[in-house]
Structure formats: structure tokens, C-alpha cells
């Protein structure tokens, strides 16, 4: 399979909240979803099997960063984060002491609604019947959760390359129609100052 490509996949937070407990606040949401489908990676989407994560979590460490930032670490599985397989995903519970005063009034408040995930690919299945083509994550090396700001499934490139590797061509989407329209009417206008010339050329 060669060496795996380190992956990241953002999308918006589900069922996330802050819950107290006997033990202080938590704050608890979706770390992975399994079985729902992605936006446009680049001519493919891909979902989560929902074992995908089983090897992994028998003996990982997953951190959860800070949008991403492994020099603003929050919390990982030897610290206190807790990982737990679920109906409809990956589910991850965190004291909230973990976070700075400022994370969760940014999360709280919907400044901050996106959780990501980072992994590289241990077994993958591709559909290339299905339109668009699919891609199913069949086993993973979780690496990382992370809150983050920017929205959904914006690495292509890298998933692109994972497609490639996998022997897959993927057609790039087609240009949409009103960039069409504006290639036309610059074509047009060009031809009709071609033909002023001409007739200017002429009349001399």
C-alpha cells in the first residue's frame, strides 16, 4: 500500500454539549461520524465504516488539539479524554477544566462548531460505479481530534492523492455554467473586434 498520507476531515458538531457530573463539568460531542457522507473531496465523497476505528482505540493515545495546533495540546486519552464507540459515530468526553476560559465560550457561543479528525488510512474501499465515486474508510490509525473554526472536508488535494494511489482517476468537476457563459461572451466580443478590424482593413 506504500506510506499513508496523513488525512484530516472537518464537519459540524453534533450532539455537542456541556454536561455536569459528579466530577466536574465535561464537555461531550462527536469526535468521528460513521456511515455519513462527505462533501465533494475532488470528484469522490467518503464516509466512515463504523469499524473503522475498533484496532485503533485498543491501543491509542488520540490528542485533541486546538484547531489543529500540536503546540496548543488540550487533552489526550493517557490524560483524562475519553473515546467511546456509539450509535451514529465516535463519541469523545473531555473535562472542560482542559479547556481555557476562552475555548469554551468560543465553542459555547458557535464561534467555534467544527470538530476535525486526523488519521492515516489503514484500509479503504472504493465505488467506482456509484456517481460521484465513493470512498469507505474500512480501518484507520486515529491520531487526532481537534475543535476547529473552518468548515468541512477542505483538503482535497490529499484526499485526490489518496484516489491516485489507489489506482483511480478522478474527473474533476465540470466548470459551472455561468463561468461557461462568461468564456463565451469573452470569445464572442473578441470575434466581433476581430471583424472591426477586418473592416477597417478593407475600407483602407
Known amino acids: 500500500m506504500g506510506i499513508a498520507s496523513y488525512e484530516r476531515r472537518d464537519y459540524g458538531i453534533e450532539n455537542f454539549e456541556v454536561r ?13 461520524p460513521f456511515n ?17 476505528v475498533d484496532q485503533t482505540l485498543q491501543d491509542s493515545d488520540v490528542v485533541m488539539l486546538w484547531q489543529h495546533d500540536s503546540t496548543d495540546p488540550i487533552t489526550r486519552e493517557s490524560t483524562g479524554l475519553k473515546l467511546e464507540v456509539r450509535e451514529g459515530g ?3 468526553e473531555a473535562n472542560a477544566s482542559d479547556f481555557t476560559d476562552r475555548q469554551l465560550d468560543l465553542m459555547q457561543r458557535g464561534v467555534v462548531k467544527q470538530m476535525s479528525f486526523g488519521f492515516l488510512t489503514i484500509r479503504d474501499e472504493w465505488n467506482q460505479e456509484a456517481q460521484p465515486v465513493e470512498r469507505t474508510l474500512l480501518d484507520i ?23 491516485e494511489k489507489a489506482g483511480l482517476t478522478i474527473q474533476e468537476k465540470s466548470q459551472p455554467t455561468e463561468t461557461k457563459e462568461h468564456d463565451f461572451d ?14 477597417a482593413n478593407i475600407d483602407e
Open 20 to 32: 455536569e457530573t459528579e466530577q466536574g463539568q465535561k464537555i461531550v460531542g462527536m469526535a468521528v
Open 36 to 52: 455519513k457522507k462527505s462533501s465533494d473531496l475532488g470528484g469522490f465523497v467518503e464516509q466512515v465504516d463504523a469499524r473503522a
Open 141 to 163: 490509525d486515529l491520531r487526532e481530534i481537534s475543535p476547529v473554526t473552518w468548515p468541512a472536508y477542505n483538503q482535497t488535494n490529499v484526499a485526490v492523492r489518496s484516489a
Open 90 to 92: 465516535l463519541f469523545f
Open 186 to 199: 469573452t470569445a464572442l466580443k473578441k470575434k466581433k473586434l476581430d471583424l472591426l478590424l477586418v473592416d
